[in-house]
């Protein structure tokens, strides 16, 4: 008995060996190379010239940086300020007003400043030219020509040790007529070449690259400038999932350099307000005509969830986006599905989120529990009809895709759903939509009263935006009567 034993215990040591095995192979990595974006142009590219990666593009938000008579307010928090990460600049600037900024890459902090490069050469005479017009013609305000950027490339703290990065040359459609006879603007905008560098991740150092802009404007009473960091990097690769191969692609959909931050949610009074991270696209279509320019943006936002042909995934991500882990979802599964064609929804609950397409033709899988809804879009594109022109030998002109479009959000009023185990839940949110209008639960004799009005759809999310063929609807007309039938007021309501 001993020895028989002893024969079975191996064996079933044997067996969970071979178990542990067995479920660790079900986890498929794939290696995350980095891919660069080059420049679009300036201006002059139609949607049949869009390039192949436009779609990722347009996932991606960027740092933004704001200043106003030369004080600086940011609008994407940094936990440290510039005179805390730069330690050495420049002792003296072209510009009376330089930019200072700090971008966030990775696990660093980055100072730089905008300037104004010294003028050209034919300055002095277009000075000339403007001297000679009318002297009684008052000159209009210029804008700040931002055209150089000065920025710690090598995160040492010292602006003078790194390559000064010139604007693109403006496009200058008047630069053949006379400064005296050139329209004058208020504003400028400036472009800079694709900046590649190297930022640390996590204590790991990695490549980067992004795009930087700057606009400017000038009136009479105030002059500001907004500046832009964009990622100018994604990080493709291959894995295989049940035997097919995926492509792939990651987006740094904040521009901070990492490729890991996920999609997070804070509920508030049980109303979702979500934080965006990064993105994943699995096979993602090219950029090709009303797809290009639709509404609608591609891919899936980051989370602890993945879903690929219909199966739920564990998603890992390396910080530094080299690396990219999917492993089948273990736990019980339910489905929420829809039947509206050209919704696409963001629900969440405890174990991630979802996106939910109802061009999908199956339903999609989501672990059991409580989910609630964050926002959804529903976008359908008619039809391009040729126009002919009055000169037949110039052939017909196709028009600019009519899209109609919804965006809603979920709201307070918007209630969890429960999904079982291998239950399927459906049209919990979308159309029909009522017209909902409040009003001020106590109003006194002779008070003037707002009211509003919301467009609520199934499951009491709110409408945010809405076009029809191109076009915003007309205002939503409004007729007040008494009980007995007798108007007291109509009229029309206001968007926003």
């Known amino acids: 008995m001993i020895k028989y034993g002893t024969t079975l ?12 095995t067995a479920v660790a192979a079900d986890a ?151 400064a005296t006879a050139r329209p004058t603007s208020s504003y400028a905008r400036f472009q800079f070449p694709r900046v590649d560098l190297k930022i640390d991740v996590d204590g790991k150092k990695a490549d980067y690259a992004f795009f930087f802009s700057v606009y400017s404007r000038a009136t009479s009473s105030y002059s500001y400038a907004s500046a832009s960091l964009m990622a100018a990097a994604y990080r493709e690769g291959e894995i295989e999932l049940n035997g097919k191969r995926h492509r792939i692609v990651l987006i740094d959909g904040n521009s901070n350099g990492r490729f890991d931050d996920a999609f997070t949610v804070r509920d508030l009074n049980g109303r979702p307000y979500p934080t965006y991270g990064d993105t994943l696209m699995v096979d993602p279509e090219t950029a090709s005509g009303a797809t290009a320019i639709g509404y609608d943006l591609p891919g899936q936002q980051l989370s602890k969830l993945a879903t690929v042909d219909g199966g739920l995934y564990d998603l890992e991500v390396l910080a530094g986006g080299s690396q990219l882990s999917m492993t089948p979802y273990a736990d019980p599964i339910g489905y929420v599905e829809t039947d509206t064609k050209g919704l696409r929804a963001v ?46 030998e110039k052939g017909p002109v196709m028009r600019m895709p009519r899209i109609s479009y ?31 209008v409040s009003a001020p639960e106590s109003v006194q004799g002779g008070q003037t009263v707002r009211l509003g009005m919301a467009l609520v759809g199934a499951g009491g999310e709110q409408c945010a935006s809405l076009i029809v063929e191109g076009s915003r609807p007309p205002q939503p007309e409004l007729t007040i009567t008494t009980p007995d039938g007798e108007e007291v007021h109509t009229g029309k309501f206001e968007y926003g």
Request: net charge negative; charged share 25%.
């Open 406 to 436: 919804v965006a809603a959000r979920g709201s307070a009023d918007s209630q969890a759903f429960e999904v079982g185990e291998g239950e399927t839940v459906t049209g919990v949110f979308g159309p029909p939509y009522k017209p909902v």
């Open 9 to 20: 215990l191996v064996l079933l040591v044997v067996v969970a060996a071979l178990c542990t």
């Open 28 to 178: 498929s990595t794939c290696k995350l190379e980095l891919k660069r974006l080059e420049p679009l142009p300036v201006s002059g590219i139609s949607v049949s010239q869009l390039p192949a990666d436009y779609l990722l593009r347009r996932a991606i938000r960027p740092q933004s940086y704001f200043m106003q008579a030369g004080v600086i307010r940011r609008t994407v928090s940094s936990t440290k300020a510039f005179s805390d990460v730069i330690t050495k600049e420049l002792d003296e600037y072209g510009s009376e007003h330089p930019f200072r900024g700090v971008a966030t890459l990775g696990s660093g902090h980055y100072g730089f400043v905008l300037d104004t490069k010294p003028a050209e050469s034919d300055a002095a005479n277009e000075a000339k030219e403007e001297n000679e017009a009318d002297e009684a013609k008052p000159a209009p305000p210029k804008p700040i020509a931002y055209n150089r950027l000065y920025f710690d490339l090598n995160g040492n703290g010292d602006l003078t040790d790194d390559k000064v990065i010139e604007a693109k040359p403006a496009q200058q459609r008047y630069q053949s007529l006379p």
């Open 347 to 392: 629900i969440y609950g405890d174990k991630g989120l979802a996106r939910i397409s109802g061009d999908d033709a199956k339903p999609t899988p989501v672990p059991v529990g409580k989910w609630k809804l964050v926002s959804y879009t529903i976008q359908s594109v008619a039809e391009q009809q040729p126009e002919k022109t009055p000169d037949e």
